[in-house]
């Protein structure tokens, strides 16, 4: 009875080009309020970065939504002309390697508009196909609303990625979006970390996971497990080479578990972690990040050849200006070399190699660096005898400072320092003397939930040498058997290009000089900057300083 009716409805859609195919319309809202992605987004308190990011990592749990618009907040403003938004295909719908969408999302905060050609280029290789998966993956829709809000207008690539796909899929695929990934592009990776874990098990493999992002070796995400490390390797591996290429290099915001949302007390069984990180070309500064930053520092005097700079207030203001550039005046914690004494003896009463400073400039720039905490376990605190070492030790714990000596471990707020050394120059010389022994077992950390870090500072390895040397990788696996979180050394006089990761753990073999009476160029130094989260694990950057001593000394 309708039939003449629909008929001529019909002939008016062929007539004036109305389509009725779903794939000219958007998808539907996700979500059915807006309430909750208000709240996150009126919560944000870190401001938009200048410049700004190539890359973020954020989760897709809306029980995180607080976690997914702070980091991605660092984002907005950007001038972006395209963003690229990465998650895993978490129902494995796709019959490629990855998919990608070409109808626009509707979301509660408003539209997003696809990037319909980029994402039909995509389509045209082997390994991509288009899909309408992207209608139920939270992957995506988790995330659609705030680019909504802080990207309007701004058309997004959704690339699905399956969760069995291979090494050789991860690098086609790169290949593929490398053309799109311009100056213009924001790269959002939607992952969320450890899965069905309890929560000290998580912050374990979260541990894991942090080791491998700080040693910067995307190939290195194949070691991880999935899902206990995360939900996604495909994604991480293609969010850092896509970086890489641009020179950008990646901070951890933020490392949290979903156990710190409970409301009821209680402990979860299964959980779910998340690392949120942002990529850039210039590094983020530690004032622009969560969590609690912590400076460590290699080779430190104030002596021989730098005796006079404690006469210089120009050359302190310098220096103290110097390192506040570096650490933003958070607490720093270093390896002193040598001996504090009111009135030094005649330097020619000394032999070459024994260190000795004037005690006052020398706590006056302890001071000015904002030094939390001293190392004295190293070859040159006995250069006086043990009378004057029981002196100093005296003299800097009435200034303030956190003192470790040999084989000690000290208490600072949120984790534990211990320190010792495998080299010694009195009674005799002598090396690889710390034996397995000599760390303390630390028992019950590994079940802690947060856990409380513990960070072993050792002095080892052979001068002017990087390392790690066997007898190092020795060390540092007998320190991560003990219950050790993380291991960082200083004696060598030359920086280590870069972190590497032993037992699971990571390891800086050497910090260098953080001043140090050596002029060659090569024998500078660098910081660890180490970020303290509240679950108990930490995220570590290494922080370039150069050669002090030549800078004062070509001033």
């Known amino acids: 009875m309708r039939r003449p009716v629909l008929l001529p409805f019909l002939f008016f859609v062929v007539l004036s080009g109305i389509s009725l195919r779903a794939s000219d319309t958007p998808f539907p809202p996700f979500y059915h309020s807006a309430v909750p992605f208000r709240a996150a987004i009126d919560g944000v308190e870190t401001a938009p970065l200048d410049p700004p990011p190539s890359g ?44 990608v969408a070409t109808r626009d999302f509707l979301t509660v ?193 104030l002596g021989r050849g730098l005796a006079a700079l404690g006469d210089d207030a120009a050359s302190l203001d310098w220096l103290g200006e110097r390192m506040r550039s570096l650490t933003g005046g958070r607490p720093l914690i270093l390896n002193l070399e040598g001996v504090l004494v009111e009135a030094p003896p005649d330097p020619d009463s000394l032999h070459p190699m024994q260190i000795v400073m004037r005690a006052e400039p020398t706590l006056d720039l302890l001071e000015r660096w904002n030094v939390a905490g001293v190392v004295l376990a190293n070859n040159h605190t006995l250069d006086l005898g043990p009378q004057a070492l029981v002196a100093m030790t005296k003299s800097l714990r009435e200034a303030g400072l956190v003192v470790i000596g040999e084989g000690e471990l000290a208490a600072f707020p949120g984790f534990d320092l211990f320190a010792a050394s495998d080299v010694r120059n009195r009674p005799a010389p002598a090396r690889d003397v710390l034996r397995a022994d000599g760390f303390p077992v630390l028992s019950g950390s590994a079940a802690a939930f947060p856990r409380r870090p513990r960070l072993a500072f050792l002095h080892w390895g052979a001068e002017y040498r990087a390392g790690p040397d066997e007898r190092q990788r020795w060390l540092a696996r007998t320190a991560s058997r ?57 995220a570590t950057r290494v922080i370039p300083v150069g050669n002090l001593y030549r800078e004062w000394r070509g001033r």
């Open 56 to 99: 973020v990592t954020v989760p897709h749990h809306a029980l995180v939504l607080d976690l997914i618009a702070g980091t991605l907040s660092l984002a907005r403003g950007g001038g972006y002309e395209r963003i690229i938004l990465i998650s895993a295909d978490h129902f494995r719908r796709t019959e490629t390697a990855a998919a």
């Open 109 to 301: 905060l408003g539209p997003v508009p696809v990037d319909e050609a980029a994402s039909r280029r995509l389509a045209e290789d082997p390994l991509v196909s288009i899909s309408s998966l992207a209608s139920h993956e939270h992957g995506f829709r988790a995330i659609l609303p705030f680019l909504a809000e802080w990207f309007p207008g701004v058309p997004v690539v959704t690339l699905a990625v399956g969760i069995r796909t291979t090494p050789g899929d991860w690098r086609g695929l790169v290949e593929a979006l490398d053309p799109l990934v311009t100056e213009k592009t924001l790269v959002i990776q939607s992952t969320d970390f450890s899965h069905y874990l309890t929560p000290a098990e998580a912050c374990g493999k979260d541990a894991e996971t942090l080791a491998f992002i700080a040693r910067g070796d995307p190939d290195g995400v194949v070691d991880l497990d999935q899902p206990d490390h995360i939900d996604s390797k495909a994604a991480q591996w293609i969010q850092m080479t896509l970086q890489q290429r641009r020179g950008a290099s990646v901070a951890v915001v933020d490392n949290r578990n979903s156990a710190e949302y409970a409301t009821d007390g209680g402990v979860p069984r299964e959980t779910t972690s998340y690392v949120t990180q942002v990529w850039r070309r210039d590094p983020v500064p530690a004032s622009a990040l969560p969590g609690e930053a912590w400076y460590f520092g290699g080779d430190f005097h």
């Open 482 to 538: 003990a219950g050790f979180d993380l291991i960082l050394g200083a004696h060598t006089h030359v920086p280590s290009p870069a972190m590497e990761v032993v037992e699971g753990i990571p390891v800086l073999p050497g910090l260098g000089n953080l001043l140090f009476d050596q002029g060659q160029r090569e024998r500078g130094g660098v910081l660890l900057e180490v970020r303290f989260f509240g679950q108990g694990t930490f």
